[in-house]
């Protein structure tokens, strides 16, 4: 017999004033913060950003069986 797995992984992203001062059009979720390999992908136009502080937060959930 198989069990069916539900499991849920929250993220966030925190870009202060002098960091990632451009367009944002695509986020994406990797297993390192460099280097590492791409786990979700998600293109949009999230705006520019030319100062002070973004977020990125979100949830992905998995389930298996």
């Known amino acids: 017999p198989t069990a069916a797995v539900t499991g849920a992984a929250d993220w966030q992203s925190d870009f202060t004033n002098s960091q990632a001062n451009f367009a944002h059009n695509e986020v994406a979720l990797f297993n390192a913060s460099s280097g590492g390999t791409m786990f979700s992908r998600k293109q949009q136009s999230f ?18 069986g």
């Open 47 to 64: 705006g520019t950003k030319s100062s002070g502080t973004w977020t990125y937060t979100g949830t992905i959930t998995a389930t298996s």
